[in-house]
């Protein structure tokens, strides 16, 4: 499925399909004895889309060693389920001292821009005061509050939910929330960025500065220049194998090519100080293998991002 200006999704198709497998893929982290992360509500919602290769990775029925690996495919590659799951075990952790530091900061505003599956107002320890808004497309939105509502999850801070399309004016939106400009903020953008075109990730970048006081923090990650074709050989690969399992979604179809300013260098000259640490870096600390060759090097090219705007 190719991306279109006005395309939508529900949380089985298309990006809303994304945002499962990464749902997924945090609760498989989760559970592991000595877990990098704790998302205890990861299990419930991606259950709850009703999708049945989703469940099955759950439930242990689909595994790196079922069916077999594709001929041509690297055994230790990105997009094997082992390796997908510590990836978004180190991300998931990042993002989360990345809030943690923010509001032990003083900072209790706090944005999650295209939020998906995430149930940070649910899980993290928010000082008492602090706001969390949560940003995304109302059908994402009214699923997971319905969802968490069922299970008597309740929030730990304040939560305030943007049913919006951040095609849309998600800036209003926000503010109609009760978004104070006026004061410090922390933001997340994660995974979100290469589901953008280029000049809106730009309008993005330009939006949150705008709307961010002195002392706002931005988290984001991107991919440095000199591996696209990586990328590529990766979602396909990764299609190619989860495909036969019922997983039909091709990574490569739902993104936007071309030429984009690196987040880093854009925030950097909109009077952001940003901090860099690769992928590679976070594996190094959490003490998790890398093997050499392209995994290596696309590990390397995946920059996460911590900016204070001065």
């Given at each position: 499925?190719?991306r279109?200006d006005?395309?939508?999704?529900?949380?089985?198709?298309?990006?809303?399909?994304?945002?499962?497998?990464?749902?997924a893929?945090?609760?498989?982290?989760?559970?592991?004895?000595d877990?990098?992360?704790?998302d205890?509500?990861?299990?419930p919602l991606?259950?709850?889309?009703?999708a049945e290769?989703f469940?099955r990775?759950?439930?242990?029925?689909?595994?790196?060693?079922?069916?077999?690996?594709?001929?041509d495919?690297?055994?230790?590659?990105?997009?094997?389920?082992?390796?997908?799951?510590d990836?978004?075990?180190?991300?998931?952790?990042?993002?989360?001292?990345?809030?943690?530091?923010?509001?032990?900061?003083?900072?209790?505003?706090?944005?999650?821009?295209?939020?998906?599956?995430?149930?940070?107002?649910?899980?993290?320890?928010?000082?008492?005061?602090?706001?969390?808004?949560?940003?995304?497309q109302?059908?994402v939105?009214d699923?997971?509050?319905t969802?968490?509502?069922?299970?008597?999850?309740?929030?730990?801070?304040?939560?305030?939910?943007?049913?919006?399309?951040?095609r849309?004016?998600w800036?209003n939106?926000?503010?109609?929330k009760?978004?104070?400009?006026s004061?410090p903020?922390?933001?997340s953008?994660e995974?979100?960025?290469?589901?953008?075109?280029?000049?809106?990730?730009?309008?993005?970048f330009?939006?949150?500065?705008?709307?961010?006081?002195?002392?706002?923090?931005?988290?984001?990650?991107?991919?440095?220049?000199?591996t696209?074709?990586?990328?590529?050989?990766?979602?396909?690969?990764?299609?190619r194998r989860?495909?036969?399992?019922?997983?039909?979604?091709?990574?490569?179809?739902?993104?936007?090519?071309?030429?984009?300013?690196?987040?880093?260098?854009?925030?950097?000259?909109?009077?952001?100080?940003?901090?860099?640490?690769?992928?590679?870096?976070?594996?190094?600390?959490?003490?998790?293998?890398?093997?050499?060759?392209?995994?290596?090097?696309?590990?390397?090219n995946?920059?996460?991002?911590?900016?204070?705007?001065?």
């Amino acid at each position: 499925m190719t991306r279109t200006d006005q395309d939508s999704w529900d949380l089985a198709s298309s990006v809303g399909a994304t945002a499962t497998w990464v749902a997924a893929c945090r609760a498989l982290a989760g559970n592991r004895p000595d877990a990098l992360i704790d998302d205890p509500f990861a299990d419930p919602l991606v259950r709850a889309v009703g999708a049945e290769f989703f469940t099955r990775v759950l439930d242990g029925e689909i595994t790196d060693e079922t069916g077999g690996l594709d001929a041509d495919a690297d055994p230790d590659a990105e997009f094997n389920l082992q390796r997908m799951v510590d990836i978004m075990a180190v991300r998931t952790r990042y993002f989360d001292d990345f809030f943690t530091d923010a509001t032990a900061s003083g900072v209790r505003q706090a944005v999650i821009l295209a939020s998906g599956l995430d149930s940070r107002p649910y899980r993290l320890a928010w000082p008492a005061g602090t706001v969390v808004y949560e940003i995304d497309q109302p059908a994402v939105i009214d699923f997971k509050s319905t969802t968490l509502a069922k299970l008597g999850a309740r929030p730990t801070a304040e939560r305030r939910t943007v049913s919006v399309d951040l095609r849309d004016d998600w800036l209003n939106a926000l503010r109609d929330k009760g978004f104070d400009e006026s004061r410090p903020s922390a933001w997340s953008a994660e995974g979100l960025l290469m589901y953008l075109p280029p000049e809106a990730q730009d309008r993005l970048f330009d939006a949150i500065t705008t709307l961010s006081a002195p002392g706002s923090r931005l988290a984001t990650e991107y991919h440095d220049g000199g591996t696209p074709h990586l990328l590529e050989k990766r979602a396909k690969a990764m299609a190619r194998r989860w495909g036969q399992f019922g997983f039909d979604v091709d990574v490569s179809t739902l993104v936007y090519r071309g030429e984009r300013t690196p987040a880093a260098a854009y925030l950097t000259a909109r009077g952001w100080q940003v901090s860099r640490r690769t992928r590679a870096d976070m594996f190094a600390e959490a003490g998790l293998h890398i093997p050499p060759g392209d995994s290596m090097e696309a590990m390397r090219n995946s920059i996460a991002v911590d900016a204070v705007l001065r």
